[in-house]
Every structure is written in structure tokens, then in C-alpha cells.
């Protein structure tokens, strides 16, 4: 139901980040009837100097660390999650290629960060972007505390712009509401210069600069009508699911770290690497991933 796979995929590192991560996979796993894929990669070390090891002999130690990293994460969610069926990987690849060549039939990546206001450099500057520029399937990052209650019954936040890559998005937010029998809090931004761009320029020619004079109460008005458009197929599809929407003056970003005070995730959606990179380095995507102490799932598809 509303991701296409045949298994979830999370990453761990051996942090608690990366555990709790996990559990968020597989607690969506186990509502999904999906196996869980636990995914270590690493490459091999290189020589150590002093240290009189062959390379096949310090393969063997990596070897022998990934098995164990894995193995205590295993034992961890099989405790946590008997029912949902596990399957543990190791790779000899850096940790995104590792990650994306597991996840060639995923529905879905999971990635851990760590708390509200530092995202690790490495894990945003390499992992993450690295992982999201070639997933064919949504890649979420999960943020947060590991408090042991993965999936709750706050609202699901998802941007709806009413673009393609949006509209999918929007569809697997009120997929996943639905499952967990939760709302959906659907948010949209704008901003004054699109007023300004549709001003009629017959009219400034006749009235002048009075013509730029805005109603802004009417903007807003409108606004919130697109957003209603956009948003009624979906009320008529999941008529179960309850929706709030939001139709905001301004910032995409500062919109949905608002409506993440109350939810339990938020969805965004990436058409690849060109909107990824400007959304992550830029503004929406970095702000989420820097303030946000929930969930963010980029949303991906094969065809994106």
C-alpha cells in the first residue's frame, strides 16, 4: 500500500541514531507487511602503518566488524519486533553506494541523523545527498529521540504545490494517514511577487501605480481556494482522512517546521539531483533536515 517494493532498506552505523532509525523502518515495515533490511557497508581499511597485517587480514577484521555491527542491530529490532521478517546485509562499498546497490527493489531508504540542529556533515554532505541523487524510491531521514514509539497518531505533514512530483507525494501522504489512521496536513506557500506578476497590464497602463495597490486579503482568499483544489480529489479518494490545510504567505520551510510542532513527519518531493541539491544546500530541504526533530521523507520515484 502506497510504496511499490518489495522490502524497506535501512542503513546502520553502529549509532543510536542509526538504531533508532531502524525501529521507525521497521515499525513502517511491519504495518506495510514488508521485510526490514538491515544495510552495513564499509570499505576495507587501508594499511596501517606499524601494524603488520596483510590486506586479506584486515578485510577479514572489517569483515568481522560489519558482522558484528549487524548482528547487534539485529538482535535489537528481533527483540523489539519479532514479527517483522529480517534480513541482514554487509557491503565492501562506501556507505551510500552500499545502501543504494541493497535497495534496487526498495520501497523505501531509511537513513538516521541525529538531533534537532546537527545533522552530521558527513551523513548530509555524503550519505544522504548521495543516496537521494540515485534512489528510484522515497529515501527518509529519520530525526529524532529513540523513544519507543516509532509511529503515533499525529498528522502526516506533506508540501502540496500541485506539481507532479507534489501530487504524488500528496498521494502517499494520505496512503500512509490512512494506514495509520491519522491526518494529513496538507501545506502550500506563495509569495507577493506572484501577485505582482499577475497584475493586468492593461489596467497599470490605465490606473498607474494605484494598479500595484495589492488585496491582500484577496490573495490569500484565492490561495487557499488552489489549495482546496488540489487537495479535493484526495478528500474524495480517502474520504476516511481527515485534513488540515495550510495556505501560507512566505517560506515553504518555516510553513512545514510549523505544521511539524504537531505532526510526525513530514513528506517533501525531489524531482533528482538539480532539485535536491537546491533544496537541501538551499532552503526547504536544508531547513527540514537542520530544525526538523521528526522524520523527512524525500519523496522519490523511478521516473522522478
Known sequence: MGLPGKYIVAGVDGSEASLGAARWAAAFAGRLDLPLHLVHSSPASGPIPDVAFSADELEEVQQAYRSDLLNSAGTALREWAPEVELELITGRKAPAAGLLEAAGQAAMIVLGATGAGSVERWLLGSTVLRVADKAVCPVAVWRGKDTGVPLDDRPIAVGSDGSPISEAATRLAFE?????????????????????????????????????????????????????????????????????????????????????????????????????????????????????????????????
Open 176 to 304: 500512509w494517514a490512512r494506514l495509520l489512521s491519522v491526518p494529513v496536513t496538507a501545506v502550500r506557500t506563495w509569495t507577493g511577487s506572484s501577485a505582482v506578476a499577475s497584475a493586468d497590464p492593461s489596467t497599470i497602463q490605465k490606473r498607474g501605480r494605484t494598479a500595484l495597490v495589492i488585496d491582500w486579503d484577496a490573495i490569500a482568499r484565492s490561495e487557499e481556494d488552489e489549495l482546496s483544489k488540489i487537495i479535493a480529489p484526495y478528500r474524495e479518494q480517502f474520504p476516511d482522512v481527515a485534513v488540515e490545510l495550510r495556505s501560507r504567505r512566505g517560506s515553504a520551510a518555516r510553513e512545514l517546521l510549523y505544521a511539524l510542532d504537531h505532526a510526525q513527519m513530514a513528506i517533501v518531493g525531489s524531482k533528482g539531483w538539480g532539485r535536491v541539491r537546491g533544496a537541501l544546500l538551499g532552503s526547504t530541504g536544508q531547513n527540514l533536515l537542520h530544525r526538523a526533530d521528526r522524520p523527512i521523507v524525500i519523496f522519490r520515484t523511478a521516473d522522478s
